[in-house]
């Protein structure tokens, strides 16, 4: 990383040394060629102004010495009109990051300039959510159902919900279906109850021997 105010050097370091990347820093364009030649970082975020070497006299070097010319360079810039990034650009820059830096736009790419795939973890209550939702439902007998759908028919919603809660108790095989149907009954969604409980009634039908 290439740049001579150190707060913008640790906002990178503080994104990506946690993901196991290592960070090496300069403060200006000529330490930003010392470190190219000595330790051959895989790529290079750069800032355009600076002191000593600026971003584009750092750029120039590279793309005109043998051994650095092929280094991935990505500018990072404060200066976001169109011509600005074209300069950036045309003067030997791979790709252009805009400050202040946003965490999705540099993840996209380093992952397109150093041929990676990030593979994200769900947080806990996601992974408790799917979990959850893969249980099988276990869905009560047609009479049972026929029973529910009358009382949300005729919005009779305090009933629906104590029926709701007796059958969880007498069997904890139908709470997933009980649950499903309670959320919806907290808001009064009786119509979409309705809508469930038919679906269940037909897949029932569906299945019935004749």
């Known amino acids: 990383m290439v740049d001579d105010r150190w707060e913008n050097r640790a906002v990178l370091s503080n994104l990506l040394e946690p993901l196991g990347f290592t960070i090496l820093e300069a403060e200006n364009g000529q330490e930003g060629l010392e470190i190219l030649q000595n330790q051959a970082p895989n790529l290079t975020i750069t800032d355009l102004t600076m002191p000593v070497m600026d971003g584009f006299t750092f750029l120039n070097h590279i793309r005109n010495t043998a051994e650095l010319k092929d280094n991935k360079v990505i500018v990072s810039s404060a200066s976001v009109s169109q011509q600005d990034q074209q300069m950036a650009l045309s003067?030997?820059?791979?790709?252009?990051?805009?400050?202040?830096?946003?965490?999705t736009a540099l993840l996209h790419l380093l992952a397109e300039h150093l041929n990676m795939e990030w593979t994200y973890k769900l947080p806990p209550e996601t992974l408790e959510q799917e979990e959850s939702s893969s249980i099988e439902m276990v869905v009560p007998p047609?009479?049972?159902?026929?029973?529910?759908?009358?009382?949300?028919?005729?919005?009779?919603?305090?009933?629906?919900?104590?029926?709701l809660?007796?059958?969880?108790?007498?069997?904890?095989?139908?709470?997933?279906?009980?649950?499903?149907l309670l959320e919806l009954a907290r808001t009064f969604q009786t119509e979409e109850i309705e809508e469930q409980l038919n679906q269940h009634l037909r897949r029932d039908g569906s299945n019935a021997i004749l």
Do not use: C, M, W
């Open 91 to 103: 003067r030997g820059g791979d790709d252009f990051l805009p400050k202040p830096v946003e965490v």
């Open 142 to 163: 047609r009479p049972i159902l026929e029973e529910l759908l009358v009382l949300a028919e005729r919005n009779q919603v305090k009933r629906l919900r104590s029926h």
């Open 165 to 180: 809660q007796e059958l969880k108790t007498s069997d904890s095989a139908y709470t997933a279906f009980a649950d499903s």
